[in-house]
């Protein structure tokens, strides 16, 4: 039998992305998935602003912007003739973020998600850690010290001992079924959709083509992907439309929902039916045993969710797991539960209402959805201290934002696996150096001055005004964990040195 610290089940984005954060604290984990090769499809290939941000820190944001495009606009058709032609943003009837107030990376990012999970385990290899395909998780038991997993090569049995497992085994989770973990919600029974990748002749530019005879709601779309001569398709249906699986009969349908013939598709790489599901575990955590991503919850594509917020559980996760496996308290892992829990039942009822809207222009006044996740927060959460009478804007449990300081960009400073303190005006030098001392590379500190706030995207002293700070009034402490959420906001060290228990 061998061991491993960490056994995670599943090679998708999840699975993944906790490796890499397991990895670069130097956790021995061993990433399983029964497939042989990573998935080869598209499907999740809208990357929000926050899942960026998230690249940043792993080490993976260059190369993730090197391969994708900037999400591109949405080119609605009536036969050949162009309708409109939106940004995502008009689809959504908000303002594009600002990058003045902290967000480096305002905007969707497109990338196939095979690129994506390729990135990402290039980025696990390199950081050391171990990824077996082909590699089937059976079986498994848990008691006090630890979880025995029987795996399966080939039809080979081998038995792997780690201290925790994950279930990042997407949707269908045998971890899941296993630990016989409630998965409740409702399917909806009568829709389908029918996605894949394939080349396409007859369409120039670079848009997500939205093809009809006049009628949005029987449109058939085409997503120019960037860095392939391919592009995705997406076509909902009821149950009793699903044609074959075959180009030929992909392309009847979009000849007739087009009510065109001159765009022919060839060279179907991936395609697949599915009924949407929106459902989420009543538990995310069962002793030693975790489930993150599909696993934990799944729901409509609409809003471009799954992939990310299966990401942000993984990041979640990883830096608890890691701290308790270095010797601080268990309890740690429980707060995983406490604030992923209502982000998974926030993007169920996002995506629904993505999915119901179904290309409908929002009502007036209707508010829309945070699906960029920037303003996804843990408020209120097991880990989130705010000591102030009258917290601010920017409060104990949101994102960390970004601004330029004196000594440097803060997601700069915030890149890594440690805490960071930051001291927000020159009166904070002195608690600072206190809170920091004996601490090590734990965690990294800064003391900001004012400076003078300009509306230029990385001034001098926009860090005052990201954090909601006033530059005239008290100092103010504020630790960013590692995941780059803000932990405790204090004006005096003991809430923060009480904090670093985790
Ligand atoms: C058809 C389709 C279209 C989608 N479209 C979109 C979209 O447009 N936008 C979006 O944001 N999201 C989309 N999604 C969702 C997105 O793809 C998922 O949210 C994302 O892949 C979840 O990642 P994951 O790592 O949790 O699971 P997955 O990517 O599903 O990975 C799970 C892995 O676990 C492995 N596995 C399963 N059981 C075992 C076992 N017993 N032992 C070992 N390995 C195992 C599987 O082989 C798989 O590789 C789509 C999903 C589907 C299915």
């Known amino acids: 039998m061998t061991t491993t610290q960490v056994l995670i089940v599943g090679a998708g984005p999840t699975g993944l992305t906790l490796g890499c954060e397991l990895a670069r604290r130097d956790i021995d984990c061993l990433v399983v998935d029964k497939a042989p090769r990573l998935f080869p499809g598209s499907r999740g290939k809208g990357l929000q602003p926050r899942t960026l941000e998230v690249f940043d820190d792993l080490g993976v944001l260059d190369a993730v912007l090197a391969a994708g495009a900037p999400f591109p606009s949405f080119r609605m058709y009536q036969g050949t003739h162009v309708q409109w032609t939106r940004t995502l943003h008009d689809m959504l ?33 390199e950081l050391g850690g171990r990824i077996e395909m082909g590699t089937e998780l059976v079986d498994f038991v848990q008691d006090d010290t630890g979880v025995t997993a029987t795996l399966s090569r080939n039809g080979t049995l081998d038995r792997v001992h780690a201290r925790y497992l994950v279930g990042a085994d997407g949707g269908g989770s045998f971890v899941r079924k296993a630990l016989g973990v409630g998965f409740e919600g409702e399917t909806f029974e009568t829709e389908r959709t029918l996605i894949g990748d394939v080349r396409a002749e007859g369409l120039t530019g670079t848009y997500c083509h939205v093809l009809t005879t006049g009628d949005v709601q029987e449109r058939f779309s085409l997503w120019s992907m960037p860095g392939t001569d391919y592009y995705q398709f997406v076509a909902s249906m009821t149950a009793d439309e699903v044609p074959e699986l075959t180009v030929a009969a992909v392309q009847k349908i979009l000849d007739e929902r087009s009510g065109r013939s001159d765009i022919r598709l060839f060279d179907l790489n991936w395609i697949s039916v599915y009924r949407v599901n929106v459902r989420m575990v009543d538990r995310f955590r069962v002793d030693r045993v975790f489930l993150a991503g599909d696993a934990a919850h799944v729901h409509s594509s609409a809003g471009g969710q799954g992939l990310n917020t299966s990401i942000q559980d993984a990041y979640n996760l990883g830096w608890k797991l890691a701290a308790v496996l270095s010797g601080v308290p268990d309890g740690l892992l429980d707060t995983y539960e406490d604030e992923r829990f209502p982000i998974a039942a926030q993007v169920l009822d996002v995506t629904t209402h993505s999915h119901r809207r179904n290309f409908r222009a929002p009502e007036p006044g209707q508010g829309s959805p945070d699906i960029f996740q920037l303003k996804l927060n843990y408020r209120g959460g097991p880990l989130a201290v705010d000591m102030r009478e009258n917290p601010g804007a920017v409060r104990a449990g949101d994102r960390a934002p970004d601004a330029q300081c004196a000594e440097g960009r803060l997601f700069d400073l915030f890149r890594g696996p440690h805490f960071t303190l930051l001291g927000f005006g020159a009166d904070t030098a002195s608690s600072v150096a206190e809170v920091v001392r004996g601490q090590g590379d734990r965690v990294r500190a800064r003391v900001i001055e004012p400076g003078i706030a300009t509306d230029a995207t990385f001034a001098v002293g926009a860090a005052f005004r990201n954090y909601d700070i006033d530059p005239a009034g008290p100092g103010a402490l504020v630790l960013v964990r590692p995941d780059g959420y803000i932990g405790v906001v204090a004006t005096d060290p003991a809430p923060i040195q009480n904090y670093l228990i985790w």
């Open 93 to 125: 009837g908000i303002a594009p973020v600002e990058r003045v107030h902290g967000v480096p990376y305002p905007d969707a990012w497109l990338l196939p998600q095979w690129r994506t999970d390729e990135l990402l385990r290039d980025r696990l290899l």
